[in-house]
């Protein structure tokens, strides 16, 4: 009896779990460059005194989903896509090199170009600062930085930075806690000039509200059945007590 209550039991936690990342995914379908996270459930037997005779499941967060999202025009210069794959480099909030398909950006007071979450954007030679003040920008297919600095005719471009743009194998990165990219290993991405980026563009989220929606429902009625075989568990223990006490 106390294995159908251990397996319910820890079959709801689970369940709890898988729900708080689908809420995950649907809080930011809206989120520009968001990739939406996978949960997978696996057995796994409990260690303990004795024989492991007991068995519980455990829910990962195993990897993201890598599709692309679906490309939005905005026509503002600073905003940029990636066409296809590769990732835009941006400095996290640790100091490390990280990466991002949210290519909503902006300058600061100071000329440096950063997400709209605040991180640096990185050039070849580290974070890109914009020198100051500029009457036009425009960012090439390339990820190459032209501006028209103030005052000088509208012939007139001058190319300032360009951004890193890097394409690792999917299968060596993963997910940090701050919604960056990293690879595994911890090593650093190497550039590719063939990742190639659309301006006036964003890419939006790749969660499919209605797919996460019915996954929710799904994962509900999994928990009340869980909920259900603890009450039955409750009911056939209640009975073998009530025969022990007729005889």
């Keep these: 009896m106390d294995k159908m209550l251990y397996i319910a039991m820890s079959g709801a936690k689970q369940n709890m779990q898988a729900l708080s990342v689908n809420a995950n995914n649907l809080a930011n379908a809206k989120t520009t460059g968001f990739k939406a996270d996978l949960a997978q459930a696996r ?30 025009t905005t026509g503002r210069p600073l905003d940029v896509a990636v066409e296809g794959d590769g990732w835009l480099s941006v400095q996290a909030e640790d100091g490390s090199e ?3 398909r949210s290519g909503q950006l902006r300058l600061t007071a100071e000329g440096a170009l950063e997400t709209n979450n605040g991180e640096l954007v990185y050039g070849d030679q580290g974070p890109l600062v914009i020198p100051l003040p500029v009457n036009n920008i425009q960012i090439t297919r390339d990820g190459i930085i032209m501006i028209q600095p103030e005052g000088a005719p509208n012939a007139v471009q001058e190319e300032v930075g360009r951004l890193k743009l890097v394409n690792p194998d999917v299968r060596l990165m993963e997910k940090g806690n701050d919604g960056l990219f990293r690879r595994k290993d911890g090593a650093v991405a190497e550039a590719d000039i063939n990742v190639s980026v659309l301006s006036g563009t964003l890419e939006g ?13 799904a994962l509900q009625r999994q928990f009340e059945m869980q909920l ?3 009450k039955t568990a409750e009911e056939i223990d209640a009975s073998a007590s009530s025969l022990l006490r007729a005889f």
């Design 43 to 72: 057995s796994m037997q409990a260690f303990g005194e004795g024989l492991p005779t007991r068995v519980f499941t455990s829910t990962e967060r195993a990897s993201q989903n890598f599709d692309s999202g679906a490309l939005l």
């Design 98 to 100: 990280a990466y991002t």
């Design 205 to 217: 989220s790749n969660v499919s509200p209605v797919g996460e929606m019915t996954e929710m429902i």
């Design 228 to 230: 259900k075989m603890m």
